[in-house]
């Protein structure tokens, strides 16, 4: 049961485009959501989270937008840059006394490619 | 501020063989600790969670096992492994002081490849 989707397995962007990778969800109980990046070989960074009281968190080029109602989150990159370019994951937590309190759950990841 | 760290970065083991990752963390205290693994070209899945010493979860049915010896300290082992251990293993922490804001931090990971 994947309760965290990111249908596209890649994206491929011009450097100076924006780039913006979605993620489904299927648990209600999901309140926090967070996008973090990978590089091959390396642990996952934290980019960027937002909680679900909120429809959008911006910080610098990267902005996460939510829709509850369609249990839909978005990352949007602008501009993009080729340092960009990783596998970026999409992760989500449930609130006190669910069973994934504490935890994230991970989508598959999509692979960016931004080119020069 | 606080770090994570895992060793061995990358590992080669024949089938049949023991396994022990290590993972600590500094700069905090009472730390939830988590394993992870991505296999190849699939998501990140938790393997075990740990919010104390000597109290883990397991998450999915494995051949693996993991130990909290001491409260900064997390150690993911396996008796005998098999080829379907193979992957990219992620030690990770999270201060479960901030709640429902639980951002969960990674080390760098250990790469296991089981022949």
């Known amino acids: 049961d994947q309760q965290v989707k990111q249908n596209s397995p890649s994206l491929s962007v011009q450097e100076g485009r924006i780039s913006i990778l979605n993620c489904d969800y299927t648990?209600?109980?999901?309140?926090?959501f967070l996008w973090y990046k990978k590089y091959p070989a390396e642990g996952p960074t934290f980019l960027i989270s937002i909680s679900s009281i909120k429809d959008k968190n911006e910080d610098g080029r990267f902005t996460v937008f939510l829709n509850k109602s369609a249990k839909h989150l978005s990352l949007h990159i602008v501009p993009s840059q080729p340092g960009d370019s990783a596998v970026y994951f999409c992760?989500?937590?449930?609130?006190?006394?669910?069973?994934?309190?504490?935890?994230?759950?991970f989508g598959q990841g999509t692979i960016l490619t931004v080119h020069p | 501020s606080q770090t994570i760290h895992q060793w061995p970065a990358t590992l080669v083991q024949p089938v049949g063989s023991p396994l022990s990752l290590e993972c600590t963390v500094e700069g905090t205290s009472n730390p939830n600790l988590y394993w992870y693994r991505q296999a190849a070209g699939r998501g990140l899945q938790l393997l075990f969670y740990s919010v104390g010493i000597g109290q883990i979860s397991s998450e999915v049915p494995q051949n693996l096992s993991a130990s909290r010896p001491q409260d900064r300290q997390f150690i993911l082992s396996s008796k005998k492994l098999l080829l379907s251990d193979s992957g990219f293993y992620l030690c990770a922490w999270s201060d479960p002081a901030r709640g429902s804001g639980n951002t969960i931090y990674f080390g760098e990971g250990s790469w296991l490849t089981v022949v």
């Open positions: 992760a989500a937590s449930g609130s006190p006394g669910g069973t994934s309190y504490g935890k994230l759950t």
């Open positions: 648990n209600s109980m999901f309140d926090y």
